[in-house]
């Protein structure tokens, strides 16, 4: 059976990119086909993948100026030749799902949101500060993007969704039915240790992650508080910082891992839709304080695994914090369940599902196995 795999861009490593290295550990021979691949910004084994890149890998200022191109995106997905596979596995929050298959082959989106910018646009401008004539521009783009977001959806023979939060983004912009995979989380030895005073935040240093809630927390409480990470929204960030609040820059896994270990809690600011760092956090035996929104309510439990903060506001964290200084934490039971998220997990589940999705389409049967997914939920990981 002849594989190939797509995903939006290449340009920044977050938890989708870890979700694109599990299925290219399930099929290690595919082919990655991909918008644009930055080798700088990846890790370097990726540098040993087949990636296939399209023709905006060829455009000027590509790097920097990516984001400029969004009108092109659609274009670059539908024009490349995927005649030769049979299987397509697209990981997509945006544009990779857009390809175009060949008759009778299979194509299995995993979804980690509908393109968030097409269909929550409120949020997005405000969250990336965009104003302006290219925020009077952009109603027209997004259009645009809406119908052919809709249009290409009837592409994807069917959904995989990370979080029953975006199963429902999907029925409601698609109207099809999603199973729920949650991704993998690879989980570090479980080695627990004292906490230290200091609190963590921190990750890809961009608006919509909403940092400066916790700065503006800490300023209050002068707790001390360590943000890894870097992104264009640092110099902004720095600026509103107090002396107790120190930022790090990036650093490599292995401090990533032992600032996780050594913090007295991580704080998650952010409505993500699903979260990866919070069960890493857990997974060495820290807790976590989380606003109660989006992907944190499915992984979370409040008074298991931490404490949630229920308004988005500097007040709502800083009173969180403060009451979670008395709160018992039992490490093993954190490390337990950020076990039921492990890798290996997702890998029996995503395999299990590609199994019967390619039994069913045998069989003729697609249709009847996608109604088959409504009321589902999630896969028991």
Request: glycine share 6%.
């Amino acid at each position: 059976m002849r594989v190939a795999l797509v995903h939006d861009y290449l340009n920044q490593y977050g938890g989708a990119e870890r979700v694109l290295e599990a299925l290219h550990e399930l099929f290690p021979a595919a082919p990655v086909y991909t918008s644009i691949f930055d080798p700088a910004t990846m890790p370097v084994t990726y540098q040993q993948w087949d990636i296939r890149t399209s023709f905006m890998q060829r455009l000027p200022a590509w790097r920097t100026q990516f984001r400029r191109y969004v009108a092109l995106y659609p274009t670059a997905f539908e024009r490349f030749d995927l005649s030769n596979y049979d299987l397509i596995i697209s990981s997509s929050s945006a544009f990779a799902k857009g390809v175009i298959p060949r008759p009778g082959a299979l194509h299995i989106c995993y979804c980690h949101t509908p393109m968030r910018f097409a269909w929550r646009t409120g949020d997005y401008v405000a969250r990336e500060q965009i104003n302006g004539f290219q925020a009077k521009l952009l109603p027209f783009l997004l259009n645009y993007l809406r119908i052919w977001d809709t249009v290409s959806a009837n592409r994807v023979d069917l959904f995989v969704a990370n979080s029953r939060e975006v199963a429902g983004r999907i029925a409601r912009y698609y109207r099809r039915p999603a199973i729920v995979i949650p991704p993998p989380v690879d989980l570090p030895p479980y080695e627990p240790r004292p906490p230290a005073e200091f609190y963590l935040a921190g990750g890809r240093l961009i608006p919509y992650k909403r940092l400066e809630l916790v700065i503006e927390a800490f300023n209050r409480l002068r707790l001390p508080l360590k943000i890894f990470g870097d992104g264009r929204d640092r110099s902004r960030l720095e600026r509103m910082a107090g002396p107790n609040i120190e930022f790090l820059g990036w650093v490599d896994e292995a401090t990533r891992l032992d600032l996780f270990a050594r913090c007295r809690a991580f704080i998650f600011p952010g409505e993500e839709d699903f979260g990866i760092t919070p069960l890493e956090v857990l997974a060495v035996g820290r807790p976590v304080i989380a606003y109660a929104a989006g992907g944190a309510l499915e992984t979370l439990i409040e008074g298991v695994t931490g404490r949630f903060f229920y308004q988005p506001t500097a007040a709502a964290l800083a009173a969180a914090v403060a009451l979670s200084r008395t709160d018992p934490v039992d490490s093993l039971a954190l490390r337990r369940h950020a076990e039921r998220f492990s890798r290996e997990r997702f890998l029996a589940a995503m395999r299990a599902f590609i199994d019967e999705a390619l039994a069913a389409q045998r069989a003729g049967q697609l249709a009847t196995f996608e109604q088959s997914l409504l009321g589902q939920g999630t896969v028991k990981v």
